[in-house]
């Protein structure tokens, strides 16, 4: 138990902080990905062939958007964390 609490301690706060802001920036994502989901999840409407084009155009940059973004915060996560734990090991 001492242990682990030393090793709590010995994280800067900073780092804390950082790695919530990147978690929160990852959380921010889950609206626009609700839409994502329900555009295409829902089979039942009637298609339109001209406006299923442009919010198949539409969500692909979304997603796209998306993509990148999460595989950036993904990295700097990654890096946090083992930031994080080589602080822990010291």
Not at 15 to 44: C, G, M
Not at 63 to 79: C, D, G, I, S
């Amino acid at each position: 138990m001492k242990n682990s609490a030393r090793c709590i301690k010995a994280v800067p706060y900073q780092e804390i902080i950082d790695l919530r802001d990147t978690v929160e920036r990852l959380q921010s994502w889950q609206e626009p990905l609700a839409v994502l989901e329900k555009y295409f999840t829902n089979p039942n409407t009637p298609i339109n062939k001209k406006q299923f084009v442009k919010d198949y155009y539409a969500c692909s940059k979304l997603f796209q958007t998306f993509n990148a973004e999460f595989e950036k915060l993904n990295l700097t996560a990654e890096k946090q964390l083992s930031k994080i734990q080589e602080i822990g090991t010291l």
